[in-house]
């Protein structure tokens, strides 16, 4: 297999309205624009397709390969940032979330977003607080060690890392539900309406399939390694099964939910390669130097993207 060096920078928030906190991390449009304009001059910009050639040895990826990924599904990303993309002639692809429409329920972390985005972290972090206090069997923000929080959000303010990383990690998934759903609750959100605005309906999902930019990003964005195997299973079957039937087309690749080394483990990456995934993106926030063990490639963040040559090549899949 030639070897290569191999990039995929993600996005998530393109263009969307301005909040009042910094809840969601994302780019305007000129942002954007520049941002893969910037990286069109210095990395040969990819398609999915053609690292799954290469992977084959039906084709080889140039020295310095490059894969712009979308993760979540997100209405922004098809009516904002694609056009953008088509403009400069770039491939992209579009990583979608399961739960919106197999469940009809939006994923937690997106409720989080749009709840701190618009009315700060406080009200989370009294929410939780005032939980505690009731029930002595749950732990408090406070006992968050700051430094692993500020490993896995680099980007954070430290009350902020503290708060994901609670919700995310320290949580039970239903304490998070829970806590959310009640937060919705206080602010006048409709769920219904929020999923309609938030993300993508299924012909703008059926478009991206027909152009190959189409991948899965599991059912409801839990981090895949800490659940059992066959709930894994179940997150990466339903997921697959209703984009291959909206779209008619092949799921091949899977953006795992948080994809750091807690939510991503090699029992997860085995079984989305016994489920018919050929492509995996990690978080490791590493350069491939090749396409070895390709259910556990580096990726990098957006938020990254100026920083491109301070990281060192993958190691994940030397060291397990």
């Not at 309609?196 to 999902?205: D, F, K, T």
């Not at 059992?228 to 079957?237: N, Q």
Request: some cysteine; overall charge negative; glycine content about 4%.
């Amino acid at each position: 297999m030639p070897q290569s060096q191999l990039i995929s920078v993600t996005f998530h928030y393109v263009g969307m309205p301005e909040t009042p906190f910094p809840g969601i991390h994302g780019l305007d449009t000129f942002q954007f624009r520049e941002a893969i304009t910037t990286l069109k001059a210095s990395w040969s910009l990819v398609s999915l397709n053609e690292i799954v050639q290469a992977l084959d040895n039906k084709g080889s990826l140039p020295e310095k390969a490059c894969l712009i990924s979308l993760d979540d599904g997100l209405r922004c990303q098809y009516e904002v940032a694609l056009p953008i993309l088509d403009d400069l002639n770039v491939p992209g692809v579009f990583y979608v979330l399961g739960a919106p429409y197999i469940k009809r329920k939006a994923a937690t972390v997106h409720q989080l977003h749009y709840i701190r985005a618009n009315h700060g972290d406080q009200l989370l972090i009294d929410m939780i607080n005032e939980t505690v206090v009731k029930d002595s069997q749950l732990e408090s923000i406070d006992s968050i060690d700051q430094a692993i929080a500020a490993q896995h959000y680099r980007y954070d303010s430290p009350a902020s890392a503290k708060l994901k990383y609670y919700l995310n990690y320290k949580s039970t998934p239903d304490f998070t539900r829970r806590i959310t759903r009640e937060a919705f609750s206080r602010i006048g959100m409709n769920e219904a309406e929020f999923i309609q605005n938030y993300y993508m309906n299924r012909s703008m999902i059926k478009e991206l399939g027909s152009r190959g930019y189409l991948g899965s990003h599991a059912e409801t964005h839990l981090p895949l390694a800490t659940l059992s195997s066959a709930d894994v299973r179940k997150e990466l079957s339903s997921t697959r099964e209703f984009l291959e039937a909206v779209s008619d087309t092949k799921v091949t690749s899977i953006s795992y939910p948080l994809g750091n080394s807690e939510a991503v483990s090699r029992e997860v990456a085995d079984i989305a390669l016994q489920m018919g995934h050929r492509i995996g993106w990690t978080m490791e926030r590493a350069v491939n130097q090749s396409l070895a063990d390709p259910l556990l490639l580096a990726r990098l963040d957006a938020a990254d993207r100026d920083n491109i040559e301070t990281f060192e090549p993958r190691q994940r899949y030397f060291t397990e």
